[in-house]
Every structure is written in structure tokens, then in C-alpha cells.
């Protein structure tokens, strides 16, 4: 087992997005990453295209790789994980991104003492711009949770939590993309309300959402309400859109959603 190599079970939308990310943005040498997926097509492409290994069974990667990311779907975890069992080495460590698996289950179904780290990913980790949270489990290192670490910058922002947090972390952070896709998708079709053609107000406020996401992270101790209120000025027109805003249950509305992804995160984990 070579402590660089980096395997990755599962090649698809998310697993792909980590191997390129792995290769194209954190610059890991193609040659020691380790690709395997039951459909042939996709590791053939994929390592086609980064030249990295496909492998050509589980045996290979397992028996290569020191540091094993995980990428299948919730579903597919226990069999994958039951039939590489008896192939883990000492030291290797184990990074699944399934969602809703938790770190127990996963130590379960290897041998005793195995390093398993969670994560929960978001899609737009597919452009490097993503949020991923992150849970080690107790036999698990603080230099082996940092390379991973290391490893996953390729696909946006790490942010340590505790495990009890994930469910709230699939709320927040994996759902979250939907609910700005909702805000957009709204925005447009007011912009179409008050007289735009549907694809000039659709550049208008993607770039408004950028700019404006822009403006928080250059500013990262500032709040967003004092953001807000410098471009809410007295009986202006701001005051009067967030007037409606309120008066709808605006902010209640996001609050009660980000709560409901929540628990139904926490109602699918408990099967
Ligand atoms: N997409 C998201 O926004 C998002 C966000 C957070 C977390 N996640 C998590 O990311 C994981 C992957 O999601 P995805 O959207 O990338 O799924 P996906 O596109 O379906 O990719 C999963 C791949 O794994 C393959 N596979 C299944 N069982 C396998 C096995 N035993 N050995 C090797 N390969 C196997 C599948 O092959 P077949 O198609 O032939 O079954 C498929 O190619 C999921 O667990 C999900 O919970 C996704």
C-alpha cells in the first residue's frame, strides 16, 4: 500500500468532480490516483481524461491506496463496504460522502479500529466552489483528517463539525444551492413582471446574487443586515421591497424550510 496513492470508488457526478478537483486543482500526480466504478465507461473516461489508474477491481485499489474516498450512492455503501472488508490495511483511511451514513455504520462494516471520515458535499463543489463539511472519526488523526483536508480544497471550503451536525449540515449546506436556485428562479420571473426579456433579467441576477455573495466573503466579518441596511435608505425603494418581504414571512419561510430539509435528512438516517 503506497501512503500517497488516492483511490475513489464511485465515478460519478460527485466522484468525478473530486478526482478532477484532486488532479486539476490540488495537483496530485495522475499516476497515484486510483479510479474504480462498476460501470466500466465511467472509469475508463474519466481516467482517460486526467490520465490517472483505472483499476481494474476493488482488490487493486484497496491494495494501492492509503486514502480511499467513498462516492457511491446511500444504497450502495453496505454491499461495497462488506466486500472490501477483508482486503482494508492498517492506517488506511476511509472518506465517504454518502449521504446519511454515518460514521458508526461505516466503522461497522470494516475492521475494528478503522479511520473513516464523513463528509457532506454540495453540488456546486462540481466547479471547485462548494461547501463541504466535515466529521473524523475517533480513530482518525488530526494530520490524517488535515490531508484530507488538504485534498478536498479542491472542491470549495472545508468546515469542520461535529458528527451530530451533519443532518443539519444536509439542510443548510447540501440542500442550499436549491434554495438560492429558488430565490433566482423567482427574481426572473419578477424581472420579467416588470418589463425585462427573460434572458437579460436572468443575467441581471445571477450576476446580483454574485456580486452581492461576493461582497459578504470580502467583507467576512461584516452581517449581512448591515450590508442590507447601507443600501436601505429612508422611504426609498428597498424599505418598500423589504416591507412586502417581511410582511410575506420571508424570513420565516427560509427558516422553516432549512428546518424541514433537516429533519427529513434526520428522518431518512433513521431509515
Ligand atoms: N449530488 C449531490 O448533490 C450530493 C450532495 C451531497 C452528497 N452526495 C452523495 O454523493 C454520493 C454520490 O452521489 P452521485 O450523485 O455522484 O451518484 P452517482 O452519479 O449515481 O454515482 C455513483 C456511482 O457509483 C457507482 N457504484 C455503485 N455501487 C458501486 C460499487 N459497489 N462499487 C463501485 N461503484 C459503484 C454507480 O454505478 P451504477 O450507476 O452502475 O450504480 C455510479 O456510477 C451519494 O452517496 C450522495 O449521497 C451527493
Known amino acids: 500500500m503506497n501512503s500517497e496513492k488516492i483511490g475513489l470508488i464511485g ?40 490520465n490517472a489508474v483505472g483499476a481494474d477491481n476493488l482488490e487493486e485499489l484497496i491494495t ?39 460514521i458508526s455504520f461505516i ?71 436549491a434554495y438560492v436556485f429558488l430565490f433566482i428562479e423567482t427574481m426572473i420571473d419578477a424581472g420579467v413582471a416588470v418589463g425585462f426579456r427573460r434572458d437579460v433579467a436572468s443575467e441581471m441576477v445571477v450576476q446580483n446574487v454574485i456580486g452581492s455573495a461576493r461582497m459578504l466573503q470580502e467583507n467576512n466579518k461584516q452581517p449581512p443586515a448591515e450590508l442590507r441596511n447601507s443600501v436601505t435608505s429612508p422611504a426609498g425603494t428597498t424599505t418598500a421591497a423589504m416591507h412586502v418581504l417581511e410582511e410575506s414571512g420571508f424570513r420565516s419561510c427560509l427558516l422553516k424550510s432549512v428546518i424541514a430539509a433537516t429533519n427529513q435528512a434526520e428522518k431518512l438516517r433513521r431509515g
Open 107 to 177: 466503522e461497522s462494516c470494516l475492521p475494528p479500529s478503522s479511520k473513516v471520515i464523513r463528509l457532506m458535499p454540495n453540488t456546486p463543489c462540481l466547479l471547485g466552489e462548494g461547501s463541504i463539511a466535515i466529521s473524523a472519526g475517533d480513530n482518525v488523526t488530526p494530520e490524517e483528517r488535515e490531508h484530507i483536508e488538504k485534498l478536498l480544497k479542491s472542491m470549495g471550503l472545508t468546515i469542520r463539525i461535529p458528527e451530530y451536525l451533519m443532518d443539519a449540515a444536509t439542510g443548510l449546506s447540501g440542500t442550499g444551492p
Open 11 to 50: 465515478c460519478g457526478a460527485m466522484g468525478s468532480a473530486l478526482a478532477k478537483g484532486i488532479v486539476k486543482r490540488v495537483g496530485i500526480d495522475p499516476a497515484l490516483v486510483y479510479l474504480y466504478d462498476l460501470n466500466r465507461d465511467r472509469v475508463e473516461e474519466l481516467a482517460l481524461e486526467l
Open 64 to 102: 494501492q491506496c492509503r486514502q480511499v474516498f467513498i462516492a457511491v450512492k446511500p444504497q450502495d455503501i453496505e454491499s461495497l463496504l462488506y466486500s472490501i472488508k477483508d482486503l482494508v490495511h492498517k492506517g488506511q483511511i476511509f472518506a465517504s460522502i454518502a449521504a446519511g451514513i454515518t
